[in-house]
């Protein structure tokens, strides 16, 4: 699941001093020449800006939707999304639009009950905050992720949308071996040569060529194939690169078809640009930036043989329980210690969970809820944010626009007489813990998720209330 290695050059500051490859402008295989001048031409315009909404912490917002995603919005400019508390509350993300036909893709699956899910290559979240939003009730999501740093920011993006059924692992592909046919649904979102990406990304026009597609190629065709034998029979498989090249998008493909995947079709509008493609026999579908408002994007939902088994969920008798004011009840959580901190599961899954972590390396047992302190527990920032917290057990503290970005900055705040824990909020929304220290809150928002920016300068989000 590792994603391929290249340092950054220290050239190419912007995108103009990043052209676009040669040799990709030669190999590229839009027959129409006109078509390959368009294309040329968008990758050097403005990307359009969109981001998707977090259904569990809503907020108002008038802005134009993106038709394939019922979440997701279109703005006019892109906004210092950074001093905006709501970001940080978890209430949306910004995500490239093109990618958010995941939507379609899990629809097409047509999988519904308790589901296990995984996915494979996760950081830095955006396709697995969009999937946790769409799982069925009571599923589970194996969200991996092998790159230490990658995968902190995987942990913040998904203990801020709140979902509760989330485990974080950092395997390799080859620890799926003794996994066989245990998932019922696979996302594989490859890391590859980055085409898609050019409009918006000079590191990605700087480092491609030919030998990274082919090194992605012999990539992607190796986590496919583990991950296919991962996967229960009736179960499906959602396929997605940002790139074009054949290589790494229908020859990959392929490849499952004749192990027997059977490609299935999303129910997508002409009018939303999206190309429908047959190339060798597979049915998937491509994004282009000319004809679509949104970046580069592959995407193939692929169904494996068989009948997808029912789940039978039970709680286990000896589930964990700690009296954790701050915990709601009405979701049965098992608690797991893990590096001093307790880690709520849904306890339905505890069992399943233990033996899946016999062959892959978990390194979140579950969304943190507590933090050892002395012979007990503090709340752990996570559970400030999740959507198991339990808001009546503390007092509330509503901050403003200036409180809420010195809080998101580490500030403290003043108070006459302060103690025990409270939960800071902005516009109702859940952001963080403060710790009473008499005169003042102390601050425990986590010191790696603090703005670094300073002063108040950008366009503010078009919702901004102040």
């Known amino acids: 699941m590792a994603r391929p290695k290249h340092r950054r050059p220290a050239l190419h500051r912007t995108l103009s001093e990043a052209p676009i490859p040669l040799e990709f402008q030669q190999l590229l295989f839009i027959d129409a020449t006109d078509e390959r001048h368009r294309l040329l031409e968008a990758l050097s315009d403005q990307p359009p800006v969109s981001i998707r909404l977090n259904p569990a912490k809503p907020f108002d917002l008038d802005e134009e939707p993106v038709p394939w995603c019922g979440t997701g919005r279109y703005l006019k400019q892109r906004p210092s999304f950074t001093l905006d508390p709501l970001l940080h509350a978890g209430a949306y993300y910004v995500q490239e639009a093109s990618s958010m036909l995941l939507e379609q893709a899990f629809l097409a699956t047509g999988l519904n009950g308790p589901l296990l899910a995984l996915d494979l290559c996760a950081a830095p979240g955006g396709k697995t905050t969009h999937l946790l939003s769409m799982l069925p009730p009571e599923s589970l999501l194996i969200a991996n992720e092998t790159h230490p740093e990658r995968r902190r920011v995987l942990m913040e993006n998904c203990w801020k949308q709140g979902a509760p059924n989330v485990i974080i692992s950092s395997s390799n592909a080859y620890d799926l071996a003794s ?21 918006k990304d000079m590191h990605a026009r700087a480092q491609w060529s030919p030998a990274l597609v082919q090194q992605c190629s012999r990539i992607q065709s190796d986590l496919l194939r583990r991950a296919w034998d991962a996967l229960s029979p009736g179960g499906a498989l959602v ?61 193939a939902v692929l169904r494996k043989p068989g009948r997808l088994r029912a789940r039978s969920l039970a709680a286990p008798h000896d589930a964990r329980r700690e009296n954790l004011s701050w915990l709601s009840g009405d979701v049965l959580m098992d608690l797991v210690e ?126 901004s209330k102040e």
């Open 239 to 299: 396929y997605s690169t940002c790139t074009w090249e054949a290589v790494e998008n229908e020859e990959r493909v392929a490849e499952l078809v004749r192990l027997g995947a059977e490609c299935l079709p999303m129910q997508l509008s002409e009018a939303w640009g999206v190309e429908r493609s047959t190339k060798l026999g597979v049915e998937a579908y491509r994004c282009y930036p000319h004809r679509v408002r949104g970046e580069g994007f592959f995407i």
């Open 338 to 463: 893990f590096e001093s901190t307790l880690h709520a599961r849904p306890a339905a899954w505890a069992t399943l969970i233990d033996s899946i972590g016999r062959s892959i390396r978990i390194t979140a047992p579950g969304v943190p809820v507590a933090e050892r302190k002395g012979d007990g527990w503090q709340p752990h920032p996570a559970a400030a944010l999740s959507l198991a917290l339990r808001r009546s057990a503390l007092p509330v503290i509503e901050l403003d626009m200036t409180e809420a970005i010195g809080y998101l900055r580490g500030e403290t705040l003043i108070s006459e007489r302060a103690s025990g824990h409270a939960l800071a909020t902005y516009q109702g929304l859940a952001l963080g813990w403060l710790r009473g220290a008499g005169a003042r809150w102390n601050n425990r928002w986590p010191a790696a998720w603090r703005i670094r920016q300073r002063g108040n300068d950008g366009r503010p989000v078009p919702w």
């Open 179 to 199: 996994l066989t046919e245990t998932f019922d649904l696979i996302l594989v979102d490859a890391p590859c040569s980055g085409e898609g990406m050019f409009r």
